[in-house]
């Protein structure tokens, strides 16, 4: 006969298996059946949980009442602790050798970093929290990283669009846009089996400056019937004459750039707007 486990065991597996599985409703009878407890036993360890989550700003447990009801982890950072990690990532945005000419900025080794991306990947999931999401998209290449960490908080795919079609792809939907900044026209394309019609799609990038980018995969989205839930950018631009998007949620924003003096200023972009305070 297989040992029972004891309580403080059956919490840590229980845990585990909860931040393994955001968004997932979670039946309480898995537990049950698989920790040979009463589901009333259950619940009062799913409280605990709960308590501790909260209490560490790790997240929320929701619990979804009747038969076919059960348990649901979303994954949520306290303001608090959201905009201590930005403050950091401004901080090391500002060193001037990261300035780049056309006023970019490098920031390779931060979107490499993974204790950064797992920061960012999790705010940007409490800042739309609250938004049904089907498929997280973001245009290669830097903004993969910053895609793939937000979608494993949301527990959604992950959706590429291609500066170039690959015969690998198969069928693919093409589009040309007009980059905001450089007023120059280019292509973006999207596999048509990678994105099912009516979807609602979250759009993540790496760097802002007039949208044009952005705009572009808003525009190929309309090719699928989809739906624009909410745009999300790491690091916005300093001020420019006009924004193509409209309403999206920055991380970071470039205040002050100076080419000359290579003088940079990075404060906290309009996120903690969403952030929830407790």
Known sequence: MEKKLRRSARLVDMTQHLLDNPYRLIPLTLFAEEFGSAKSSISEDLSIIKEAFEYKGIGILKTVAGAAGGVKYIPMLKRELAL???????QSLEQQDRLLPGGYLYMSDILGNPETLNKVGKI??????EKEIDV?????TKGIPLAYATANYLNVPVVIVRRD???TEGSVV???????????????SLARRVLQEKSKVLIIDDYMKAGGTVRG???LLREFNAEVVGIGVFVEAAEVEEKLVEEYIS???VSQLDMKDKDIKVIPGNFVQKVPTN
Do not use: H, P
């Open 174 to 188: 093409s589009i040309n846009y007009v980059s905001g900044s450089s007023k120059r026209i280019q292509t973006m």
């Open 251 to 253: 991380l970071a924003k």
């Open 124 to 129: 940007m999931a409490t800042v739309f929290m």
């Open 217 to 219: 995969m808003v525009d």
């Open 84 to 90: 201590e990690a930005v403050e950091s990532i401004c």
């Open 165 to 167: 079609s690959k015969v």
């Open 136 to 140: 997280v998209m973001t245009v290669e």
